[in-house]
């Protein structure tokens, strides 16, 4: 049964791109739009695959996007190629379009070929980010001479009601952790992060680090009761004369 429904469909769309003769096999269908990823939010490099079929392997497809408030549409113009002789037979149309980032907010994605609309409506939902919280300098190799301009930033609103950091590393002897909270605390310079958020600098804080492999762990305890956590390793490696 499902392969007679397979052919059927096929025929029926063969029906559909040749009634008109050759010029008309130059169109195609759409059939289905698939958002990733699965989880869309205003971080999101947003996608759409456009699925369906057209009329002739030799057809030149190009696509753009256009976003209007709410409705997103994927424009796609396919016409012949006149440097080819292609019979109109059938073949899939299967491509990835980018639409980039997106506000939160309700949308809905369709699509266009050759200026017809063409296919499903598809709503989807673009939902906030949860609060993202992250250390500065992130993990990687640095040299013992350069400047250490440490930063923790916590993109939201709110209050810092407590914090604690620990860190790690060869030149403390061993590798037990080591609570630095206090250091780091006396150090906090509080700015604002605009449009929201903070960042809480530490300049100067190569003196808690020396030549060798580090990991610092910070967590933050925030007035809502939410803890929010971050770990970095750094290598920092000597200066040779």
Known sequence: ?????????????????????????????????????????????VKVQVKGLVGSPCEIVESSVVIEGGRVVVDTSIRGNPLAI?????????????????????????????????????????????PQFSLSPPTGTYTA??????????????????????????????????????????CLQQHRLSPSGKVLRCPGVLGLVGVGSHTLDVSLTLDTLEVVRDTVTWTVLPVVP
């Open 1 to 45: 049964m499902e392969f007679l429904i397979k052919s059927a469909r096929w025929l029926v769309a063969l029906c559909l791109l040749s009634s008109a003769g050759f010029a008309q096999a130059q169109y195609g269908v759409v059939e289905k739009l698939v958002l990733s990823p699965g989880i869309l939010t205003d971080r999101s490099l």
């Open 86 to 130: 292609c019979i109109a037979v059938i073949v899939p149309l299967d491509y990835t379009e980018v639409i980039g980032a997106l506000a939160p907010g309700a949308y809905t994605v369709e699509a266009r070929i050759n200026g017809v609309a063409s296919g499903p409506q598809v709503p989807f939902t673009v939902v906030a980010a949860a």
């Open 145 to 186: 001479n350069q400047l250490f301009d440490f930063a923790m930033i916590l993109e939201r609103e709110g209050s810092i009601v407590s914090g604690k950091a620990t860190l790690s590393g060869k030149n403390k002897g061993s590798a037990a952790r080591t609570d630095v909270s206090a250091a780091l605390t006396q």
